[in-house]
């Protein structure tokens, strides 16, 4: 007979079998998450394809996209690995992104954008992804648009064979651009 009265209202204990269920359960899990970011190898094959971009990558975009493009900030989106570089990339954060909520800005904004229209365009094409990241990175806004045209292009390279992307022999450029599908 059990201890415990008929109107105690706590839950039995955990049975042993049960805890050592639960622990394996929460274990698999755990292991079988699907990490952010580029996977080493896909980092390995864009690091040595595209030497110039990576180091670019790593000095201007890892310390808010992380080195795997897996988002450090929280803020910033993960940009490289599965899921990253979605057409229709979720809305800016106004907690997050001071400039998100520039009132001239969306003003602008809304002026050429027709209602419901994401924040940006999707990403199509290379040249679609040169366009947006060479125009709005790094940040903050006032480095937007500071790095060469070589630079850029070069990281557009590297993130584009970090994705898997087929690039060109001679590498994604302003004539091959709109060509290569992401």
């Not at 060479?134 to 806004?141: D, G, Q, R, T, W």
């Not at 994604?172 to 060509?179: D, G, K, L, M, Y």
Request: charged residues 20%.
């Amino acid at each position: 007979m059990s201890s415990r009265s008929k109107f105690d209202s706590r839950p039995a204990p955990l049975t042993w079998k049960t805890r050592v269920f639960f622990v394996a359960f929460v274990m698999t899990a755990a292991c079988t998450s699907t990490p952010r970011g580029a996977t080493p190898a896909d980092l390995a094959k864009a690091t040595s394809a595209v030497p110039a971009g990576s180091l670019a990558f790593d000095e201007h975009c890892a310390s808010c996209h992380g080195h795997r493009g897996e988002s450090v900030t929280g803020a910033a989106p993960s940009i490289l690995g599965v899921g990253a570089l979605p057409e229709f990339p979720r809305e800016r954060d106004l907690n997050a992104d001071p400039a998100a909520g520039d009132p001239e800005l969306l003003k602008l904004q809304s002026q050429t954008r027709p209602a419901g229209a994401p924040w940006r365009d999707p990403f199509r094409t290379a040249q679609d992804l040169y366009r947006y990241v060479s125009k709005n990175m790094p940040l903050p806004a006032d480095k937007a648009g500071t790095l060469s045209a070589e630079q850029y292009w070069s990281i557009v390279n590297f993130m584009l064979q970090a994705q898997g992307v087929s690039v060109p022999p001679e590498g994604v450029t302003e004539s091959n651009a709109s060509s290569v599908k992401l």
